[in-house]
């Protein structure tokens, strides 16, 4: 069992008391040998499947890659760059190591406290109408509520439910994500039955999509993820990485656990050429509507704009995910809002280090503002 002399050094050293030092160390040790199990064992499913990725980088940059992230562990698992370069035939030593990303990235630009952010019952509260997907319903902890948060009796929210336009789109409005819990029903009787025991869902419009997302996978919302970065040295807000998500197999949603694939946007707004799915396996084209990945994402400089006006208002979170989509009319318009459980490998199965040019300032930071020397 690998332990980080390095971290468990600052640990014992920090201005913090022996009691508070102990407590530090144990929950540090619980994380990061968490993070090292769970993704060898993911590494170890995409290998598998993909024997190829097993192959070693040049030799000078896993030396660069080794000594770049070996502040946090002298001996971290290569895995993480060599999958990333294998996909991409880029690599780059400043692709971040996924077990140090959970155990020593993350956790210092995460403020759990403002989870709320992420409460899909709110977003039409905190953001301009029009932003979101219109709310039809609430059910917040138990209790019913129409869409301007009025009080309602089971009854009386039924008595809406039989009034508002259907297919609706029911949702987890909180601590949902990869798509779990999105249900889609067809009338009032379907609503009454799968809404009777749910004690936190949002019932909303579904929308639709623009012909060209829709071109790739019909049957699902095809999305777009977001990535921002608020600098921890000046405060500005940056675009880190765009990815296009969509659906497989005639299913109605299109997160990877159900078999979505995704491809990387560049700078550009082109897609890079290929998608991937949960275990790195590329595809040229769309397994189902043979779509190839090379084609220009539309209103490029409007999804930016979008994406940045939107991050403003979200504070003080350091890294931002936005899930976007393009509707019908052609508006950019935001479907959920994600401040922690990050998937990096959005960017990094592209040959795209998560972090890009403020790789250095982040784990600049992290090393002073280390989670466990607080």
């Known amino acids: 069992m690998e332990i980080s002399i390095v971290m468990y050094a600052k640990i014992l050293t920090a201005n913090i008391k022996l009691k508070e030092k102990i407590k530090k160390i144990i929950s540090y040790f619980r994380r990061y040998r968490g993070a090292q199990k769970a993704w060898h064992k993911r590494h170890e499913r995409v290998l598998n499947?993909?024997?190829?990725?097993?192959?070693?980088?040049?030799?000078?940059?896993?030396?660069?890659?080794?000594?770049?992230?070996?502040?946090?562990?002298?001996?971290?698992?290569?895995?993480?760059?060599?999958?990333?370069?294998?996909?991409?035939?880029?690599?780059?030593?400043?692709?971040?190591?996924?077990?140090?990303?959970?155990?020593?990235?993350?956790?210092?630009?995460?403020d759990l406290s403002v989870s709320l952010l992420s409460h899909k019952s709110f977003y039409n509260r905190w953001y301009p109408?029009?932003?979101?997907?219109?709310?039809?319903?609430?059910?917040?902890?138990?209790?019913?509520?129409?869409?301007?948060?009025?009080?309602?009796?089971?009854?009386?929210?039924?008595?809406?439910?039989?009034q508002i336009s259907y297919p609706v789109a029911v949702k987890p409005n909180s601590s949902s994500y990869g798509g779990n819990g999105i249900y889609f029903a067809k009338d009032v009787d379907e609503l009454k039955s799968y809404c009777h025991n749910k004690d936190n869902c949002i019932i909303q419009e579904k929308v639709e999509q623009h012909p060209f997302f829709a071109s790739f996978h019909p049957s699902s919302l095809n999305t777009i993820r977001v990535y921002l970065y608020r600098s921890v040295k000046d405060h500005r807000l940056h675009i880190l990485s765009m990815d296009l998500t969509v659906g497989r197999s005639?299913?109605?949603?299109?997160?990877?656990?159900?078999?979505?694939?995704?491809?990387?946007?560049?700078?550009?707004?082109?897609?890079?050429?290929?998608?991937?799915?949960?275990?790195?396996?590329?595809?040229?084209?769309?397994?189902?509507?043979?779509?190839?990945?090379?084609?220009?994402?539309?209103?490029?400089?409007?999804?930016?704009?979008?994406?940045?006006?939107?991050?403003?208002?979200?504070?003080?979170?350091?890294?931002?995910?936005?899930?976007?989509?393009?509707?019908?009319?052609?508006?950019?318009?935001?479907?959920?809002?994600?401040?922690?459980?990050?998937?990096?490998?959005?960017?990094?199965?592209?040959?795209?280090?998560f972090f890009g040019e403020f790789t250095d300032e982040v784990i600049a930071y992290c090393q002073k503002n280390h989670w466990t020397l607080r």
């Open 250 to 353: 005639g299913l109605n949603v299109n997160n990877e656990t159900a078999g979505g694939i995704y491809s990387g946007i560049t700078d550009e707004g082109y897609l890079v050429g290929y998608a991937v799915d949960k275990y790195g396996t590329r595809y040229e084209r769309h397994p189902d509507t043979g779509e190839t990945f090379d084609k220009a994402i539309p209103d490029i400089e409007g999804l930016k704009s979008f994406s940045l006006a939107v991050g403003e208002k979200i504070l003080p979170i350091t890294v931002i995910g936005l899930d976007l989509f393009y509707d019908k009319a052609g508006q950019w318009r935001m479907m959920e809002i994600n401040t922690q459980s990050h998937s990096i490998r959005s960017a990094q199965y592209f040959g795209k280090p």
């Open 129 to 162: 109408v029009g932003n979101f997907p219109a709310d039809l319903l609430h059910i917040i902890d138990g209790h019913w509520y129409d869409s301007n948060f009025n009080r309602l009796e089971f009854k009386q929210f039924l008595d809406n439910a039989a």
């Open 49 to 110: 499947r993909n024997k190829d990725y097993r192959k070693r980088c040049d030799r000078k940059i896993e030396l660069e890659h080794k000594k770049l992230w070996s502040s946090f562990h002298p001996k971290f698992d290569l895995s993480t760059l060599r999958i990333a370069a294998n996909i991409s035939g880029k690599a780059d030593p400043r692709i971040v190591p996924e077990e140090i990303f959970v155990a020593d990235i993350e956790p210092n630009l995460t």
